[in-house]
């Protein structure tokens, strides 16, 4: 097993207040080995996704099915799945060797020497051998996730579920676990759906991510097709930190303009032919936007906009300039050695191929930017660089 596909998936919750749909009309297939990350705003449905995969929730309508057989009325224990938590969920009065045994013992007819070695073999993959003996109170919220980790690992499932499962944990240790879990999901591959509300995780860790809002599928692609093709305004502003900078403006069909009440840009007649309404919201990401004071010498003075700097932010590698463009809050990445000072005055160029568009009404996307989505290869990319 390890192909999963998600038809038509419904769940909707009654409440004292009314019925609430988590998850409406959710249409997905996972691939075998995969790793799918669950990604959206907090109460869009990616638990509850999750745990209707895991047989832990009843669905209201639809199906799912495991390698093309409907597992849809199965009971969790019946589904070969391996879940891990935010809280760990391990057994306090236990040792983590009992935690790690614990689900083979009920679920395998597997003698003690068998599962004694099974453990040691996860316990070794997860570092914890020495860890073994003690019990969850006396280990660190790391090495506790690494117990619950093992104990998922030792089952050998056909699916990995996990469910936040570093979000207890400092930033420096979540780095850390992030690349681990990584790696030890491509040394097992086994397809694994791994829920976060944060986007850094998700664009690091997944092969492909399922955005999700309000119950609904935005958006499912590889991290760069989502970050430089997003589907719509909310993918956009979702996926990439700092977000993506929106403003809105009018189409001026007749002139070939995008109007902003502070400026105005070239609408190239191919893009006016493509749009139904003429009220759009413009995006750029802050990494796409150059800064100059020299406008008279600038070659695309058509697509200057003034602006004035607000704060900045240094990060060593990188600064973080923000700007006021008439009340509005922009965001620009400029190298660390480039001086900005709060309070100055500059013109920021957007180019015509790294702008997106998008409908001011459905965040319909219209126009994206021309980034590639396939990642090269170092050599290709050593051969971008410039030699002296
Ligand atoms: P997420 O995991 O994305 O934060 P959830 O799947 O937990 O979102 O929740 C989706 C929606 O369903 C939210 O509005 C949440 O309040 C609601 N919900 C989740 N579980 C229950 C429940 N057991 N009873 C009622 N409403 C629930």
Known sequence: MGRIDIDGLTKEYRTPNGPIQAVESLDLQLEDGEFVVFVGPSGCGKSTTLRCIAGLETVTSGAIRFDGTAVTDEKPKDRDIAMVFQNYALYPHMTARENIAFGLKMSTDLSAAEIDDQVETAAEMMDIVDLLD????????????????????????????????????????????????????????????????????????????????????????????????????????????????????????????LDHPDFTLPLSDSLADELDSTDLVLGIRPEHVSLTDTPETHPEPNRLIETDVTVTEPMGDITNVYLDVGGEAITVIVDGHVGVDPGGHLHMHVPASKMHLFDAESGRSIKHSDEPIDSSSLSEADSHVETA
């Open 134 to 257: 003690d019990k969850p109170g006396d280990l660190s919220g790391g090495q506790q996730q690494r117990v619950a980790l093992g104990r998922a690992v030792v089952r050998d499932p056909e699916l990995f579920l996990m469910d936040e499962p570093l979000s207890n944990l400092d930033a420096k240790l979540r780095t850390q676990m992030r690349t681990e879990l990584q790696q030890l999901q491509t040394e097992l591959g086994v397809t694994t759906v791994y829920v976060t509300h944060d986007q850094t995780e998700a664009m690091t860790m997944g092969d492909r991510i399922v955005i999700l809002n309000d119950g609904r599928l935005q958006q499912v692609g590889t991290p760069l097709e989502c970050y430089h093709r997003p589907a719509n305004q909310f993918v956009a502003g979702f996926i990439g930190s700092p977000p993506m900078n929106f403003l809105d403006v009018d189409a001026d069909l007749e002139d070939g303009r």
